[in-house]
């Protein structure tokens, strides 16, 4: 929910698109499936992949249910091979390969199977030390060719945090977390020595302290 005017045009622009009213020639804020999505995604993977090549900081973060869009995977390649650091949560079907040397170096996927349902979709793009974020639609081709779905920018420096934080537990989650090995199998983590991190128990015990608090 939002009462930014731009992201209100935005959303009336789509619902005259479906209507047939009017297709807009731009957008503010949204980004759109199935026209205008998967280009604006890969133009982003491009920017870090650029910003890498300049010596700039470069790292993606994404959480989605499922990964297996050609295009984009195609991307995520290219900016592994240009130094991007990729960091990879998949819950489900994930066709890349991730650590296979000279094609995906730089890219890691964990997948995290727990008590609850895993179902955001979570993308971070560093951008050279601006970093963007936004939440919204799998990296698959029925949501990126075949439906109408909305990514939107999550622009709210409090809420960004949260996001951060959100992705930084759970990647160190490593009781649910699986890893994707370059054979394409999935392998639990070595815990010895280490303490136990359950992100979705984490995060269930700072959801009760927040409402202790409130």
Same mark, same amino acid.
Request: glycine share 6%; net charge negative; aromatic share 8%.
């Given at each position: 929910?939002?009462?930014?005017?731009? %992201? &209100?045009?935005?959303? @009336?622009?789509?619902?005259?698109?479906?209507?047939?009213?009017?297709?807009?020639?731009?957008?503010?804020?949204?980004?759109?499936?199935?026209?205008? !999505?998967?280009?604006?995604?890969?133009? !982003?993977?491009?920017?870090?992949? /650029?910003?890498?090549?300049?010596?700039?900081?470069?790292?993606?973060?994404?959480?989605?249910?499922?990964?297996?869009? +050609?295009? %984009? !995977?195609?991307?995520?390649?290219?900016?592994?091979?240009? &130094?991007?650091?990729?960091?990879?949560?998949?819950?489900?079907?994930?066709?890349?390969?991730?650590?296979?040397?000279?094609?995906?170096?730089?890219?890691?996927?964990?997948?995290?199977?727990?008590?609850?349902?895993?179902?955001?979709?979570?993308?971070?793009?560093?951008?050279?030390?601006?970093?963007?974020?936004?939440? &919204?639609?799998?990296? !698959? +081709?029925?949501?990126?060719?075949?439906?109408?779905?909305?990514?939107?920018?999550?622009?709210?420096?409090?809420?960004?945090?949260?996001?951060?934080?959100?992705?930084?537990?759970?990647?160190?989650?490593?009781? $649910?977390?699986?890893?994707?090995?370059?054979?394409?199998?999935?392998? $639990? /983590?070595?815990?010895?020595?280490? @303490?136990?991190?359950?992100? /979705?128990?984490?995060?269930?015990?700072?959801? @009760?302290?927040?409402? $202790?608090?409130?």
């Amino acid at each position: 929910m939002t009462c930014n005017r731009m %992201i &209100g045009e935005d959303a @009336t622009a789509v619902f005259n698109m479906l209507s047939g009213y009017s297709e807009p020639k731009r957008w503010n804020r949204l980004i759109v499936a199935p026209i205008w !999505m998967k280009d604006r995604f890969v133009k !982003m993977i491009e920017r870090e992949a /650029q910003h890498a090549k300049d010596g700039e900081e470069a790292h993606i973060v994404a959480k989605m249910n499922s990964l297996c869009d +050609p295009a %984009i !995977m195609a991307a995520l390649y290219y900016a592994s091979s240009c &130094g991007v650091k990729i960091d990879l949560l998949v819950r489900g079907i994930c066709c890349l390969k991730a650590g296979v040397p000279g094609l995906s170096d730089n890219i890691s996927v964990h997948s995290i199977v727990g008590n609850f349902l895993e179902h955001a979709r979570i993308f971070y793009f560093e951008n050279g030390g601006s970093p963007e974020v936004y939440m &919204g639609a799998d990296w !698959m +081709p029925r949501n990126l060719d075949r439906r109408v779905e909305i990514v939107f920018p999550v622009e709210d420096e409090g809420i960004k945090d949260e996001i951060k934080h959100v992705l930084d537990l759970e990647f160190r989650d490593n009781v $649910k977390a699986h890893i994707l090995k370059p054979s394409g199998l999935y392998e $639990k /983590q070595d815990k010895r020595g280490k @303490t136990l991190i359950n992100s /979705q128990m984490e995060f269930c015990l700072e959801a @009760t302290e927040r409402a $202790k608090a409130a």
